[in-house]
């Protein structure tokens, strides 16, 4: 059997909008670095934590830490005390000779003493779900102070954030469709009502041009930032916005390398992506964490590897980051995606799904471009 180890778990809510691969390899640099265990829940049904079941965080499906203690803690406990009394205390007098572990010694006594946490240990979620938590007064959920910078045309400065590009099909721009005015009446296809990137900052930007839902024609819910970008590409929608992390990664999956997606323009910044982290972990396992991150570009192997992703590096991140601008556009914004009466909605699956995750391999470094792979 394989030693046992801290196993850290931990779910994602951001697939398909982002390769589930990009989570793996988070996971991946977690176990290198920490010589730890980690498990990854895939939840594709909702950008955050589904609102009809048991808060993830407070539950005992996803947990952290190895089974196996039960009566035996309280002495387990004892020894582990002990060890680290003789390694913090030890000096150049000590007549024993200790080897240095490989990892923190409080990662392997809170390991040893917390054999069962409940709830999830961390999680990916969009900037929508996490300020819904907030908002609702989450004491089970803490931010994480790291998150991960895309590479995009407009993030020049290369800080944390993401964007909202408008996507629309080439054939368009022969019908003089120019900006994002030129697109009244046409079918719009968006991932969700509460998405950020993909309906809020559109409603805020079309509010301050002197608009609103009225400018729309149909309305397709695709379900996803990828299904929107499928319906444009594949014309059954006119228009779309989508998280600017998606084409980033996805387009050269889609058919013709989606040569034919048009970025009209570009919305935003909007929040970072959180990663959200259960509030009972010690701080010391959340600083820890953290650190692995953001020392992500001082390690070339690990750089590479994310860099296929569109990832340039992780920056610290704070409540701030959501408060402002973020927290008027998400709490003012009431006016939702009304369906004209001629139009209709529809929810869809991007049937090229399965061949994005099972491509990912195939992705070679050199064909990345200075903004992102083409």
């Known amino acids: 059997m394989s030693e046992e180890k801290l196993e850290l778990r931990t779910v994602t809510y951001m697939c398909p909008t982002h390769p589930v691969q990009l989570y793996e390899l988070i996971l991946e640099l977690l176990e290198d670095a920490m010589?730890?265990?980690?498990?990854?829940?895939?939840?594709?049904?909702?950008?955050?934590?589904?609102?009809?079941?048991?808060?993830?965080?407070?539950?005992?499906?996803?947990?952290?830490?190895?089974?196996?203690?039960?009566?035996?803690?309280?002495?387990?406990?004892?020894?582990?005390?002990?060890?680290?009394?003789?390694?913090?205390?030890?000096?150049?007098?000590?007549?024993?000779?200790?080897?240095e572990p490989q990892e923190p010694i409080y990662i392997r006594l809170w390991h040893l003493r917390h054999p069962l946490l409940p709830g999830a240990m961390s999680a990916f979620m969009t900037a929508a779900s996490y300020m819904n938590l907030c908002n609702e007064g989450n004491k089970n959920i803490d931010l994480l102070p790291a998150t991960p910078v895309f590479a995009h045309q407009m993030n020049v400065e290369n800080k944390p954030g993401y964007f909202s590009d408008i996507i629309i099909h080439s054939d368009k721009k022969a019908h003089n469709v120019n900006t994002l005015l030129d697109l009244r009446?046409?079918?719009?296809?968006?991932?969700?009502?509460?998405?950020?990137?993909?309906?809020?900052?559109?409603?805020?930007?079309?509010?301050?041009k002197g608009e609103n839902a009225s400018f729309f024609g149909s309305l397709l819910k695709s379900g996803s930032h990828l299904a929107s970008a499928q319906m444009v590409l594949t014309k059954q929608a006119e228009w779309a916005a989508v998280d600017s992390t998606t084409l980033l990664y996805s387009k050269k999956?889609?058919?013709?390398?989606?040569?034919?997606?048009?970025?009209?323009?570009?919305?935003?910044?909007?929040?970072?992506?959180?990663?959200?982290?259960?509030?009972?972990?010690?701080?010391?396992?959340?600083?820890?964490?953290?650190?692995?991150?953001?020392t992500l570009p001082q390690t070339p192997k690990w750089k590479q590897k994310f860099a296929v992703f569109g990832v340039i590096k992780f920056e610290v991140n704070s409540g701030a980051a959501y408060d402002g601008?973020?927290?008027?556009?998400?709490?003012?914004?009431?006016?939702?995606?009304?369906?004209?009466?001629?139009g209709?909605?529809?929810?869809?699956?991007?049937?090229?799904?399965?061949?994005?995750?099972?491509?990912?391999?195939?992705?070679?470094?050199e064909n990345l471009h200075p903004f992102g792979i083409l």
């Not at 265990?37 to 005992?60: I, K, W």
């Not at 046409?186 to 930007?205: H, M, Q, R, W």
């Open 35 to 99: 010589d730890c265990h980690t498990t990854l829940q895939y939840e594709s049904r909702s950008p955050g934590p589904l609102r009809d079941r048991p808060d993830p965080f407070n539950s005992n499906k996803i947990d952290l830490g190895r089974t196996g203690f039960n009566s035996s803690v309280a002495l387990v406990e004892i020894f582990a005390a002990l060890l680290f009394f003789c390694i913090a205390g030890k000096s150049s007098k000590d007549k024993v000779s200790l080897v």
């Open 185 to 208: 009446g046409c079918t719009f296809a968006y991932s969700n009502e509460d998405s950020l990137s993909g309906s809020k900052i559109v409603l805020k930007t079309l509010k301050e």
């Open 253 to 294: 999956y889609m058919q013709d390398g989606g040569k034919e997606i048009i970025t009209l323009e570009t919305l935003g910044r909007l929040p970072p992506y959180p990663i959200v982290i259960n509030s009972k972990l010690p701080d010391e396992i959340k600083k820890e964490i953290a650190r692995i991150l953001l």
């Open 325 to 342: 601008p973020a927290a008027q556009m998400w709490a003012s914004q009431k006016e939702k995606l009304n369906i004209r009466p001629r």
């Open 344 to 365: 209709r909605e529809l929810r869809w699956v991007p049937p090229t799904l399965v061949q994005l995750q099972e491509q990912t391999e195939a992705v070679q470094l």
